[in-house]
């Protein structure tokens, strides 16, 4: 079981290193981290963190610029390698508990490190907190993308109208196609002002997606 966890490790976490470092390891030693820096708990949440940031880089919105008042390339990374730390260091407290086998311990002994035990919960729910936050501002550029589509199709409608209206009336000269082109008409004009409206309800929630959420820092 063991050795299938690690094979999974491998496959599903990137071999992280501070953005930008790309300088030798020696200039870097403390400065990347490896599968192996993470057991079950931390990798579990690290895949949930690196697959909500890649949601927001890939997202249609992001190449738009729809959230450019931030940073999402230099931000994003940056909140994904605080949380990685964070999780290395967790696993690494949880490995140091396991090997003082608490069991072994009297009852004076594990109440003294009862403390240690809480801090680490805590740090544990704030870690969760934040990728929990970055998996919101991924929901966020997802629901954006969304509003984006519906925008260009919206912008295109008009003019589409406009190609069927002059369909029908080169086509059918009866009392039925001079109804249908009056519809069209109708419909040309609501479609430029649900597109006016849908411009500027985009251009906002653009604005207000580009704040992000605000992840808590770990303790």
Do not use: M
């Not at 909500?52 to 931000?75: C, M, P, Q, Y």
């Not at 730390?85 to 508990?97: I, M």
């Not at 059918?172 to 006016?196: I, M």
Request: net charge positive.
């Amino acid at each position: 079981a063991a050795a299938g966890f690690a094979g999974w490790t491998a496959g599903a976490l990137r071999h992280l290193r501070e953005p930008a470092a790309v300088r030798a390891a020696r200039e870097h030693h403390g400065r990347y981290l490896l599968p192996a820096d993470f057991d079950r708990p931390a990798a579990r949440l690290l895949v949930r963190a690196q697959r909500a940031v890649d949601a927001v880089l890939g997202s249609r919105a992001h190449r738009e610029g729809l959230l450019d008042s931030i940073d999402n390339a230099t931000e994003l990374p940056r909140q994904e390698w605080a949380v990685a730390v964070a999780l290395a260091e967790h696993t690494r407290l949880r490995r140091e508990r396991r090997a003082q086998q608490p069991d072994r311990l009297s009852a004076p002994v594990r109440a003294l490190l009862e403390p240690q035990r809480r801090a680490l919960d805590l740090s544990v729910r704030s870690v969760t907190e934040r990728v929990e936050a970055l998996e919101s501002y991924a929901r966020s550029a997802r629901a954006a993308d969304e509003a984006y589509h519906e925008w260009r199709v919206l912008r295109d409608l008009p003019e589409q109208n406009a190609r069927y209206r002059d369909l029908l009336a080169g086509t059918v000269r009866d009392a039925l196609a001079v109804e249908v082109v009056g519809r069209l008409d109708a419909d040309a004009r609501r479609a430029e002002e649900v597109l006016r409206d849908r411009v500027a309800s985009a251009v906002g929630s653009g604005l207000e997606l580009a704040t992000g959420p605000a992840p808590r820092e770990a303790s």
